[in-house]
C-alpha cells in the first residue's frame, strides 16, 4: 500500500497546516481547519488522460524571438456583455472561473451561452442539478440549440471520458465544488479537490485547446470559496453581482488574462432568462413626476463604460442623541469624509443630523468622481432645495474644498449629452485643453464648492 499523510487545511482560505489551529493564522477564521488525506505517491496525478502518449512532450528552453506565436481567432458568444467582459470573445484553451451569491444566476448565465452557441458544441456538466431540471431551466429561454449536451456527473475521470466521446468545442463544469477525483482521498468541495479537480481541467483545456468554464460557490465574505491558489490557476474570474431582489445584474472580471479588468457587463433577470443592458443609464435613472429635493446626478466610470447614475440623501434631525451616518452602495468612510469637508469648508452645521445616502438602481460605487454628485445631493437636502433635473456632476472633491480632476472627462460629458442632460459642473482642471465645442450640452468648470453652490441656488 502507499503511504499516507494527512494534513490540516483551512476550509476557508486553503492554508495548509500540519497539525489542527483553532484560529487559522492566513484569514483569521476560527475553527475552519479540517483533516485531510493526502497520497504521497503522486504517480498518475494531475493528467487528465491517462497512459497517452499524444499529450507526452519534452519541453527545452527556446529563445523569446524564435518561438512562433499564432493568434487563434476568438470564440464570439453572441452575447455582447459577456464579449465585452472577456476582451473580445473565448480565448481557445482559456480557463475561467465565475461566481456569485447563491441564486443570483450564475448557472442561468453559463446555460443560456451554452444554447446561444448553436454552432459550436458544448458539453454542460452538472454536479448540482439533474438533466430533467437543466432541461426545465432550457424550456424556459427563448434560445434553442442542437449542439448543447448536459451530463450530470462528479467524477472527473467518467467527465473526461465523456469528453472523449463527445468532443466538445466548450465545456462548462457547475460547480467545481462539487467534482470529485479518485487521486485524492477527501470529500468533494475539500481543499484538496478543488485544487486537484481544478488541476486536471487546467491540463485538458491547454492540452486540447478547449475553452472550459468552471461556477464556483463564494465564502459569507463575498470572495470564491476554496484555495486562493484556485483563482491564480485559471485564466480569468468573473464576479456576478447584484441584489437579488432587484431585476439587474453585473459581470465584471477581477483578472484577465487576455483582456482589461476595467470591463463591465449588465444584465437584466427576465422569465426568459438574461438580457444584457444596452443602455444601462437609462435604467439607473428613476423616472418621476415631480422634482424632490436631496437628489442629484452624477457621471461615473464602471471600468472603461461611462454611466450616469442618480444619488439620493435625506438628512434630518437626530432624534436619539447619537447621529446616524448610513450609506447604501457607497463608501460610508467616504461619505463620512465628505461631510466633514462640508461642515469645515461649507459651513454646514451637520453634527446633530442624521444622514442618509443611497446609490439608485442597487449600484455599488468607488468612483471618486461622485463626489461633486454626493455633496450636491447633500446640499439639495440640507438646503430643503430641489437641483435642476437638466443638470448632472463629474468631479472629485479634496479636503481643502477644491474641485479635482478626474479621468476621461470627455467620455462622462458625452454620456450626460446623450441622455439629454442641459448642464454638467465638472472641474476647471478636467476641461484644460479639451474642446467644448463638440459637445451640446453646456460645461460649466468650477475649482471649489462655493462655486457649485452659486450654481445650485
Known amino acids: 500500500m502507499p503511504k499516507i499523510k494527512t494534513a490540516f487545511f483551512c476550509q476557508n482560505c486553503g492554508a495548509q497546516s500540519p497539525k489542527w489551529v483553532g484560529k ?3 484569514c483569521g477564521e476560527w475553527n475552519t481547519y479540517v483533516e485531510e488525506v493526502i497520497h504521497k505517491e ?14 507526452k512532450r519534452n519541453n527545452s528552453p527556446r529563445k523569446l524571438q524564435d518561438i512562433n506565436y ?3 481567432p476568438r470564440l464570439v458568444t453572441k452575447d455582447p456583455e459577456l464579449d465585452r467582459v472577456l476582451g473580445g470573445g473565448i480565448v481557445p484553451g482559456s480557463l475561467t472561473l465565475i461566481g456569485g451569491e447563491p441564486g443570483i444566476g450564475k448557472s442561468t448565465l453559463m446555460l443560456q451561452i451554452a444554447l446561444v452557441l448553436n454552432q459550436t458544441k458544448v458539453l454542460y456538466v452538472s454536479g448540482e442539478e439533474s438533466e430533467s431540471q437543466i432541461k426545465m431551466r432550457a424550456e424556459r429561454m427563448l434560445f434553442h440549440s442542437e449542439n448543447c449536451f448536459v451530463l450530470s456527473e462528479t467524477n472527473t475521470q467518467n467527465i473526461f471520458q465523456q469528453i472523449e466521446t463527445v468532443k466538445p468545442q466548450v465545456l462548462v463544469i457547475d460547480s467545481i465544488q462539487t467534482l470529485h477525483s479518485k487521486h485524492v482521498e477527501s470529500a468533494a468541495g475539500s481543499v484538496s479537490q478543488v485544487r486537484e479537480c481544478t488541476a486536471e481541467l487546467m491540463k485538458f483545456a491547454k492540452e486540447t485547446g478547449t475553452p472550459v468554464f468552471l461556477i464556483g460557490h463564494i465564502t459569507k465574505d463575498g470572495s470564491i470559496a476554496g484555495p486562493k491558489i484556485l483563482e491564480h490557476m485559471v485564466d480569468t474570474v468573473l464576479q456576478f453581482e447584484g441584489d437579488r431582489h432587484l431585476s439587474y445584474r453585473i459581470l465584471r472580471t477581477s483578472k484577465n488574462r487576455f483582456g482589461s479588468t476595467n470591463e463591465l457587463g449588465i444584465y437584466e433577470m427576465r422569465a426568459d432568462g438574461l438580457r ?10 428613476s423616472q418621476r413626476e415631480e422634482v424632490l429635493n436631496g437628489v442629484a446626478i452624477g457621471a461615473m466610470l464602471e471600468g472603461n463604460r461611462p454611466l450616469v447614475i442618480e444619488i439620493q440623501s435625506l438628512i434630518s434631525p437626530a432624534t436619539y442623541g447619537t447621529p446616524q451616518r448610513s450609506s447604501t452602495g457607497h463608501d460610508a468612510k467616504r461619505l463620512n469624509m465628505l461631510l466633514a469637508v462640508l461642515e469645515k469648508r461649507g459651513g454646514m452645521r451637520l453634527g446633530q443630523q442624521d444622514v442618509f445616502l443611497n446609490v439608485a438602481g442597487g449600484m455599488r460605487v468607488d468612483d471618486p468622481g461622485l463626489d461633486l454628485a454626493v455633496c450636491a445631493a447633500l446640499i439639495s437636502s440640507y438646503e430643503d432645495s430641489p437641483i435642476s433635473p437638466d443638470l448632472c456632476f463629474a468631479g472629485e472633491v479634496g479636503l481643502g474644498g477644491e474641485i479635482r480632476a478626474v479621468n476621461r472627462i470627455e467620455n462622462r460629458i458625452a454620456e450626460a449629452d446623450k441622455l439629454g442632460f442641459k448642464k454638467i459642473i465638472v472641474s476647471k482642471y478636467a ?24 450654481q445650485l441656488f
Open 24 to 26: 487559522c493564522p492566513a
Open 42 to 55: 503522486e504517480t498518475g496525478r494531475g493528467s487528465w488522460k491517462q497512459g497517452s502518449e499524444k499529450t
Open 70 to 72: 499564432e493568434e487563434h
Open 276 to 285: 444584457g443592458v444596452a443602455n444601462p443609464s437609462e435604467i439607473l435613472l
Open 431 to 454: 476641461v484644460k485643453g479639451v474642446d467644448l465645442s463638440t459637445f451640446g450640452i453646456q460645461v460649466i468648470p468650477v475649482t471649489k464648492l462655493e462655486e457649485m453652490y452659486q
